[in-house]
């Protein structure tokens, strides 16, 4: 039989949640959405003129769209907006385990497990469940256990449609995806979703899949994309020992086109809430069916990733300590224009370099600094504070880190910050956005993540 969705709820406003529901109501005002979240604070976010998530270009597609085809509302008010919906998303977290089997590795479905159980008691008639949050393969099982639970004799289908946007381009990601991927068992039910995002996507950007290789293939998307960033990462080390140039290094790969110039770039670690997470949960999964070798593989990306964080943190905290013990951090967010420091490589290399007894002083653009105040652990008490100037963050530091390549940072002028400095600081970009003719204008020696260190002639 032909389905057609009119009605969408989705479950959890977050980053993807909040901005994908938005783009679905701005491309398909034949359908109404409704976006629903047990956080009461940020469905009045949503709804003000200060979003919950600074993504460029959500503001617009939310003012164009609220009211008009998009709403959001409490969980509490969500129960006949999910009895009116042909479809429900689920795009609440899934974060890893911290206790029980699989604690540390394991994707936490506890979230994802009450959602199914709250569609299981309010939804009528047939409704397609979708899965939008990242899930271990063969969560659809759980998902169908619990819908099978319904007293009020309702049916479902449930598809796998994992998210790929990336956060900071969230909007065009959505617009102009690369693909869209739709897993299922019921070509009606694949169909109907594949109408919804035929509004914008082409046709032969839609892939359909079994529903055990959509959910298989985001994890393994992440993963891919992880490992390159942990191999470049690897080679940056080797480039900073032989004179070798990252960046140049990097060039050469890309322009192989079996390889691909994407994903290259040289860093201080990779960050955000899904990478670490999502690498972790298909290690446990290889564990879990007796697949020990590939689980290591995956596991020596993420130990990669921590080993680029701390050895960026020591050269810091070895040339802070002879220069005063300051070090000025600019950019907290896992990169450039977003507000989110999810599993940010500033968190783990400010609480490395507290351990190691210096003093911080921090500044982001975006970042709310109460909100990343909770993730440092002042074990030493050496102390922290934030500001909004940077000539501010950089008075008395004997070491300027770079961790988030805000645009801003490009058009420094580091004869000014030098001066507030103290005598003897140094750039340590983790990023190569310093302006290295300002750097050496000022008579700062710059270490860059892939290139070492260069010294002012
Ligand atoms: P998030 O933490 O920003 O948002 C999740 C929201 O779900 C929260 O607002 C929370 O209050 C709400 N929630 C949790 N349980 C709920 C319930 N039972 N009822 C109602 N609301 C509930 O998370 P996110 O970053 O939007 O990620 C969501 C999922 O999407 C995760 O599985 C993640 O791996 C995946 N994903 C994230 C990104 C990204 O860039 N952030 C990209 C692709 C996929
Ligand atoms: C990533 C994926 O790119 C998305 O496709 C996916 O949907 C998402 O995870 C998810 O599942 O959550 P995101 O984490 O938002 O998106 O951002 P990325 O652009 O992938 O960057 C991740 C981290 O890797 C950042 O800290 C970034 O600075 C770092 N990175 C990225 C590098 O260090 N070098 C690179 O070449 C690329």
């Known amino acids: 039989m032909k389905r057609r969705i009119h009605n969408i709820a989705c479950i959890g406003a977050g980053y993807v949640g909040g901005p994908t529901m938005a783009v679905i109501a701005d491309r398909c005002p034949d359908i109404s959405v409704t976006v629903i ?38 969980q509490r008010e969500g129960a006949a907006a999910v009895a009116a919906a042909d479809a429900v998303f689920i795009s609440v977290n899934t974060p890893t385990k911290t206790q029980g089997s699989g604690a540390g590795k394991a994707s936490d479905l506890s979230y994802v497990e009450a959602c199914a159980r709250y569609i299981a008691e309010h939804a009528k008639g047939h409704t397609i469940v979708i899965e939008k949050s990242t899930m271990p393969v063969r969560a659809a099982d759980t998902i169908k256990r619990i819908l099978a639970t319904t007293p009020h004799g309702g049916t479902f289908d449930v598809l796998s449609n994992p998210e790929f946007l990336a956060e900071g381009t969230a909007i065009r990601d959505l617009e102009q995806p690369d693909r869209v991927l739709i897993g299922g068992e ?35 998307a992440n993963a891919f994309l992880a490992q390159r960033v942990s191999s470049i ?50 290690v446990y999964l290889c564990e879990f069916y007796g697949l020990t070798e590939p689980a290591a593989y ?55 370099l ?32 934030f500001f909004t100037d940077i000539e501010d963050a950089a008075r008395g530091a004997g070491a300027i880190l770079i961790l988030t390549e ?40 710059v270490f860059v993540v892939g290139q070492g260190e260069s010294v002012p002639s």
């Open 37 to 74: 979240d047990l956080n009461e604070d940020r469905i009045a976010a949503w709804n003000s003129e200060a979003l919950p998530v600074y993504e460029p270009g959500l503001d617009e597609v939310v003012r164009r769209t609220r009211g008009r085809n998009l709403r959001f509302i409490t």
């Open 186 to 220: 019921t070509p009606a039910a694949v169909d109907a979703l594949a109408e919804v995002y035929a509004h914008w996507v082409p046709d032969q950007a839609i892939l359909r899949t079994g529903l055990w290789s959509a959910e298989l293939s985001k994890l393994a």
């Open 233 to 282: 990462n690897a080679i940056s080390a080797l480039c900073e020992v032989t004179g070798a140039q990252v960046e140049e290094v990097a060039k050469v790969l890309g322009t192989d086109t079996r390889i691909g110039p994407k994903f290259l770039k040289a860093s201080v670690g990779y960050g955000g809430s899904c990478f670490k997470k999502d690498l972790l949960s298909l």
């Open 298 to 352: 995956w596991q020596s990306v993420q130990d990669l990733n921590e080993w680029q964080k701390r050895r960026f943190a020591q050269m810091a905290a070895a040339h802070a300590r002879k220069h005063g013990g300051i070090v000025a951090v600019l950019g907290l967010a896992f990169k450039k224009n977003t507000n989110d420091f999810r599993e940010s490589p500033a968190i783990d290399i400010c609480n490395h």
């Open 354 to 385: 507290l351990a190691a007894g210096v003093r911080l002083r921090l500044q982001d653009e975006r970042v709310d600094p109460a909100a990343f105040r909770a993730t440092l652990a002042d074990e030493a008490k050496t102390g922290f504070a």
């Open 406 to 445: 805000w645009d801003s940072y490009a058009g420094l002028d580091w004869v000014k910050i030098a001066a507030a400095a103290e005598p003897g600081v140094a750039i340590f970009d983790g990023r190569k956005v310093a302006d290295q003719v300002s750097a050496k204008k000022a008579g700062l020696p």
